[in-house]
Structures are given as C-alpha cells and as structure tokens.
C-alpha cells in the first residue's frame, strides 16, 4: 500500500456504528427528507472544512512514529485506534479531548508492539500533529474559494486549542471565519449533533452547510444530518459506500473548489 493508504482502518466501521447507536440512544434522525431539512438562506452553502487529512497532511508524522514504535504501520494502527476510541467515548458518553484520546491510542499502540515508552515521549509524539504542514493544493484552493465569495468555516474533532495552533502554523488562519469543535457538544463526528452545532452558531439550516473532507465517515455522517457533501478523494481514502455519493467529488481542493463554484450559485 502507499504510505497513507487507509489511515483510518477499522475507525470506519467504529464510528458508523458510534453514530448509528448513539442515535438510537438520544432519539435523534438523520435528514428530514432525501433532500435534507429546508435551507434558511438561498444561493451559496456556507463551506464547513474538515481539518486532519483533508487540510493538514498526516505523511510527516510516519517517520516520527515509525523510529518510535520500530514499524512501518505504527501511524496507520495509532490513528485507526484513535478513531475508535473517538468512537468509544461518543457511544459511552464518556467524552474525552481528543489529545487525550490521542495520548491512550499511543500508549494501547507501544503495548500492542511490546514497545516501552515514557509519557514525555508519548506526548511529544503526539503533539506533533500541531505542526503538520497543507496539503500542497490546500491554500490555493481556499483562496479560490474565498474570491468567490464563499464563507468558510471549519469543523474537526481536535480540540479548541490544537486546532486554532494547527492552522496557525499551517498558515491557513486567516482564511476561515471561525474555527468549530466537538467540544460545545462532546462527542465526536460523525454524530450529527456536530454539523448541527455549527449550523445552530451560524443561525442557518445543515442543509444550508457543505462539509467538504477526505474522509468518506464524515461525509455521510455530515449528508445523514443534512449537509451537502464534498469528497476530496486522498490517497487511501473512500466514500462510505453505503450513503448517497456526493454531488462534488475531486482528487484534491484545486478540482474540488472548481465543482464547488459550478455547482453552488451566487446569493
């Protein structure tokens, strides 16, 4: 496989699942209609970004985790472990940060290995995903958006303060009017409870949201509550192939904002 091929692994299934159940749980539904819940505004959706993966490349860290846990797969198995446990806390209703989160899927993964690490090492390890580096057609990609007029926003499942560091450094800050979490509502996507979050900030409908990522969970987890759906289709990554395909799918920003503009009319 490519060095990023199927980061997410098992996390699929976990958080589908998550969702799924956690559902059931709370009384809540998926969209209203195939068509999801009536838009309060007309024209443009406003654009929601995933951060990790979709934004922000992971590929740096495979290097870091490979000399720390002495395996090749030592990023993709962390990463699928954080995602479950993501899962975990969602179905439990035992919220957890996501660096915390983060810090036990690296501590589950040195045991799994039979690796012995120190919680400095650990931390420092993981902290690393606050300077990730963009994708190379991320920014401009963004910019074109931005000049056509589009709001853009952010949603992820890191917490307030990683994100807010994440795009500083990348230094995509500037062009995102506000930077959303998991956090005002404590679980993580793709419960619907987070589009909804941000649409409810916003004082718009989700169907009045276009969540655009790389990862195929959170797009149907964003479509089930009622968005619209871009997928960028990164190495390694699929659409969940169970919920409907997105109207706009593209090998990387640059083609998916072009869609973006097509498909979306001015206000």
């Not at 059931?24 to 024209?43: C, I, L, V, Y």
């Not at 916003?202 to 509550?225: E, P």
Request: proline residues 7%.
């Amino acid at each position: 496989m490519k060095r990023r091929d199927c980061l997410i692994g098992g996390g699929v299934l976990a958080m589908t699942l998550a969702t799924t159940m956690a559902d059931a749980q709370t009384g809540s539904t998926p969209a209203e209609s195939p068509d999801g819940p009536a838009r309060k505004t007309k024209g443009r959706r406003i654009l929601m970004f995933d951060v990790n993966e979709t934004l922000l490349d992971l590929a740096p860290l495979k290097g870091p985790f490979e000399k720390a846990f002495g395996r090749p797969d030592a990023l993709k198995t962390w990463f699928s472990t954080l995602l479950q446990y993501a899962s975990v806390a969602t179905l439990t209703g035992g919220y957890q940060p996501f660096g915390r989160l983060g810090i036990a899927a690296a501590e589950t993964t040195a045991k799994q290995y039979g690796v012995s690490l120190d919680a400095d090492a650990i931390k420092g390890l993981v902290s690393r995903i606050r300077t990730l580096p963009p994708h190379p057609d991320v920014k401009a990609g963004l910019e074109a958006l931005k000049a056509a007029g589009f709001r853009l926003v952010t949603l992820t499942n890191s917490a307030p303060d990683a994100a807010e560091a994440q795009l500083k450094h990348a230094e995509l800050r500037p062009l995102f009017e506000k930077v959303y979490t998991v956090e005002v509502v404590k679980v993580f996507k793709p419960h619907p409870a987070t589009y909804r979050s941000v649409a409810d900030d916003l004082g718009v409908a989700t169907s009045d949201l276009r969540l655009i990522a790389a990862h195929g969970w959170d797009i149907a987890g964003a479509q089930a509550a009622g968005c619209a759906g871009a997928f960028i289709a990164r190495p390694g990554q699929e659409l969940y192939p169970l919920s409907p395909r997105p109207d706009v799918v593209g090998p990387d920003l640059g083609d998916v904002a072009a869609q973006i503009i097509k498909v979306e009319q001015p206000a």
